[in-house]
């Protein structure tokens, strides 16, 4: 078992060496230490983060109007009350598409620049692509597919929040968006 650990580790520091030179391990930051840590914990929240983003974009906007009016007078019991939850949200349809988008966004650009400080860049690279991809698309994507309501009514608290946040920017592309779409 420690062998395998000693095998772990090896392999880690090999990934983390700059090619440029031998003496040195990730771009910035040691592996082992606090920060490598805390930096470890804040890219696992941005996909986290931006696999949210996706499934509910996905979720959210595929839920129309009209049919959460319907699920809120003739749904289940459960579909009635997450229908009530998330109308008044889906009602500002493209402010909350660009919300949504732009955090979506944040969250994926800002992930490589932490990686880089951890990895070489090639292992940065590789390693953004594939967690965005499978953690941050493909899984939260197929999860709101088939729950969306569930999931949208479950994350109605933190697109408020994000609503907020982003309205400077989000409100008035939203009104752009409908300008354009008359």
């Known amino acids: 078992m420690m062998q395998h650990v000693m095998n772990a580790v090896a392999v880690v520091r090999m990934a983390m060496r700059d090619p440029n030179n031998n003496n040195s391990i990730g771009a910035e930051v040691a592996f082992g230490t606090v920060t490598w ?36 007078q003739s749904g289940t019991p459960d579909e ?13 349809q493209h402010q909350l598409l660009v919300t ?21 860049q090639y292992v940065a690279v590789i390693l953004s692509v594939t967690f965005v991809l499978a953690f941050g698309e493909v899984i939260p994507q197929a999860i709101c597919t088939r729950y969306g309501l569930a999931v ?17 920017i989000a409100y008035p592309i939203g009104k752009v968006i409908i300008a354009v779409l008359k």
């Open 37 to 72: 840590f805390i930096y470890a914990g804040f890219s696992c929240f941005l996909v986290l983060f931006a696999g949210i983003m996706s499934g509910l974009t996905l979720g959210l906007m595929s839920l129309g109007l009209v049919e959460l009016e319907i699920l809120q």
């Open 80 to 92: 009635k009350k997450q229908a009530a939850v998330i109308l008044p949200v889906v009602q500002k």
């Open 100 to 120: 949504l988008l732009l955090c979506n966004a944040a969250a994926m650009e800002a992930l490589p620049l932490y990686l880089d400080k951890m990895f070489n």
């Open 152 to 168: 949208g009514a479950n994350f109605v608290w933190l697109v408020r929040v994000l609503m907020v946040i982003c309205y400077p």
